[in-house]
T-cell receptor, first 110, second 115 residues
Framework: GNSVTQMEGPVTLSEEAFLTINCTYTATGYPSLFWYVQYPGEGLQLLLKATKADDKGSNKGFEATYRKETTSFHLEKGSVQVSDSAVYFC?????????FGKGTRLSVIA | SAVISQKPSRDICQRGTSLTIQCQVD?????MFWYRQQPGQSLTLIAT?????????ESGFVIDKFPISRPNLTFSTLTVSNMSPEDSSIYLCSVAVGLEGETQYFGPGTRLLVL
């Protein structure tokens, strides 16, 4: 079946630190890959996506590259801010609906 | 993209009662979904809401507990019936857009606490 594995949290970083949240997947077929973000007390927002191998999704300084050879879609940001504190979900879709990872809570301290 | 609204945004209910959650989308969409997010957990798909026919439920979810209506392409309701404290969760509506429905957008969620 289809599944997503992402690194356990919580992750605590200082402001301006480099962020990596690892995500790997297992899928039958050719999935689209997504990162969603959930800020405290809010719903899910689509952060970025990639629909084919070697595509790079980017938004708000976050990036992730679809690596078919390693079945990975790691999320990176060069310099995090306090406002990036949230829960990040990696997800995949093969003919919908989405399959989610367990989420990684990020806390950024000033 | 799609703009999705849900009502109510939150509620506190007594066990044994039922709550109906509404989901409204700003455009016509074919695929609409309902998810549950239990405290501190990831999202679990409850069902796919099909327009004009019965919803398709995932394993572990049944129509008697979570009846769903989808009267048109912009609206759906989810009812949580005969609630117990274990039903305390965030319930999220989602729609799939794009040529192949490959991208999902989510509503703000309904935060339910059952006492």
């Amino acid at each position: 079946g289809n599944s997503v594995t992402q690194m356990e949290g919580p992750v605590t970083l200082s402001e301006e630190a480099f962020l990596t949240i690892n995500c790997t997947y297992t899928a039958t077929g050719y999935p689209s890959l997504f990162w969603y973000v959930q800020y405290p007390g809010e719903g899910l927002q689509l952060l970025l996506k990639a629909t084919k191998a070697d595509d790079k999704g980017s938004n708000k300084g976050f990036e992730a590259t679809y690596r078919k050879e390693t079945t990975s879609f790691h999320l990176e940001k060069g310099s995090v801010q306090v406002s990036d504190s949230a829960v990040y979900f990696c997800a995949l879709s093969v003919n919908t609906p989405l399959v989610f990872g367990k989420g990684t809570r990020l806390s950024v301290i000033a | 993209s799609a703009v999705i609204s849900q009502k109510p945004s939150r509620d506190i209910c007594q066990r044994g009662t039922s709550l109906t959650i509404q989901c409204q989308v700003d455009s016509q969409v074919t695929m609409m979904f309902w998810y549950r997010q239990q405290p501190g957990q990831s999202l679990t798909l409850i069902a796919t809401a099909n327009q004009g026919s019965e919803a398709t439920y995932e394993s572990g979810f049944v129509i008697d507990k979570f009846p769903i209506s989808r009267p048109n392409l912009t609206f759906s309701t989810l009812t949580v019936s005969n609630m117990s404290p274990e039903d305390s969760s965030i319930y999220l509506c989602s729609v799939a857009v794009g040529l192949e429905g490959e991208t999902q957008y989510f509503g703000p969620g309904t935060r339910l606490l059952v006492l």
